[in-house]
């Protein structure tokens, strides 16, 4: 009976292993924004990315990945 505990508690124990789950978060972005002029801003957007691991577009074209880019609406606002 102790032995069909064991086995019961050990394969309890491996599966809780295997079904939790983690959030992959590789990639670590920061912000800053300089003030040119009345009407001009320069944007500074920092991605520090996790030792094998590499940075692409969240769309895939027909022929692979597309590199990042940031497209701006003009009055939106910016929240990182």
Not at 60 to 71: K, S, V
Request: glycine share 8%; proline share 4%; charged share 15%.
């Amino acid at each position: 009976m102790n032995a069909i505990k064991f086995i019961i508690l050990g394969g309890l124990l491996v599966f809780s292993g295997l079904a939790s789950s983690q959030i992959i978060d590789p990639v670590k972005w920061s912000w800053e924004s300089k003030v040119l002029s009345d009407s001009t801003y320069e944007l500074i957007f920092t991605a520090d990315i996790e030792n094998g691991w590499t940075l692409y577009s969240q769309f895939t074209a027909d022929n692979g990945p597309i590199p990042t880019n940031f497209q701006f609406t003009e009055g939106a606002t910016i929240s990182v």
